[in-house]
């Protein structure tokens, strides 16, 4: 590690505290970087915006492939100030930066109240024993779509 990388992560964590100070949502920042300069920042703002999608990393996911004009963020690198949560984690992995940097665990944030175990837990239930019901329906109608995206040929694949 750097001293430009705990620079990067100091800004990441001001971004989290700029989100507590202005009542956006939960204390989390997270900041991205190409080329040794700041693309896109972003703070939570779950609460401001109603957006349960509004965390901070993918708020600076958002930013950073719109100023990039693209879906992927490749030759970047995340600085969050916390372990990222399974929706971000996802988020992370099909934006494919190519490190992650963060300060908190997800223990530090169970520890206020932020813990996202029962979603790990979910996870490996079983489809019919999850707390939120899912029903597959009219599957056969969207299969077709399916095949269509396969014999594209001017498909732009990610």
């Known amino acids: 590690m750097t001293e430009r990388d705990e620079y990067f992560m100091k800004r990441a964590i001001a971004m989290a505290e700029k989100g507590v100070d202005s ?12 080329d040794d300069e ?3 920042e972003g703070h939570n703002k779950v609460t401001s915006t109603n957006d349960p ?3 901070a990393e993918v708020v600076a996911i958002r930013e950073a492939c719109r100023k990039l004009n693209s879906f992927q ?6 600085y969050t100030s916390c372990e990222p ?8 992995y099909w934006a494919r930066p ?5 300060a908190c665990t997800k223990k530090d944030a169970a520890k206020i109240d932020f813990d996202d175990q029962f979603i790990y837990d979910e996870l490996e239930k079983k489809m019919e024993d999850r707390d939120i019901q899912f029903v597959r329906l009219l ?5 077709p779509v399916f095949e269509k995206w396969a014999e594209k040929m001017d498909k732009t694949e990610y």
């Open 23 to 34: 009542n956006a949502g939960g204390p989390f920042g997270c900041v991205i970087v190409k």
């Open 38 to 40: 700041i693309v896109a």
């Open 53 to 55: 999608t509004a965390h």
């Open 73 to 78: 963020l490749e030759d970047c690198i995340i």
């Open 85 to 92: 949560c399974p929706m971000c984690f996802g988020a992370i």
């Open 98 to 102: 190519k490190m992650v940097y963060y």
């Open 139 to 143: 599957r056969k109608d969207a299969l």
